[in-house]
Nanobody, 123 residues
Framework: VQLQASGGGLVQPGSSLRLSCVASELTLNSYAVAWFRQAPGKEREGVAVIRSSGQTWYSDSAKDRFRVSRDNAKNTAYLQMNNLQADDTAIYYC??????????????????WGQGTLVTVSS
């Protein structure tokens, strides 16, 4: 099983990015796909998750600016990030699992992880 996260980069404050998570040897629509991020010196933080049903949950920092989605035909999940700010700078990871509302932010909930993609927001 492999998850490949991509789409990160260096952007200015106020910019947008779309991250992608492509799965191989795993059918994404059987799982929830979550996005986490980890900034230097900080713990890994849950940003958003989309369940196999399509239900989504977001962190408070993401709910008004980020949108998680999935394209089952492409076996790919996305994280659209708008109005990026400096404190969004982090390595972003995708992961698959079967979380419930009380566990989706817990990294231990997830079975497989992508390698991460770096997002840097700086002027």
């Amino acid at each position: 099983v492999q998850l490949q996260a991509s789409g990160g980069g260096l952007v200015q404050p106020g910019s947008s990015l779309r991250l992608s998570c492509v799965a191989s040897e795993l059918t994404l629509n059987s799982y929830a796909v979550a996005w986490f991020r980890q900034a230097p010196g900080k713990e890994r933080e849950g940003v958003a998750v989309i369940r196999s049903s399509g239900q989504t949950w977001y962190s408070d920092s993401a709910k008004d600016r980020f949108r998680v989605s999935r394209d089952n035909a492409k076996n790919t999940a996305y994280l659209q990030m708008n109005n990026l700010q400096a404190d969004d700078t982090a390595i972003y990871y995708c992961a698959v699992g079967r979380p419930i509302l009380s566990t989706w932010r817990d990294p231990r909930t997830y079975y497989h992880w992508g390698q991460g993609t770096l997002v840097t927001v700086s002027s």
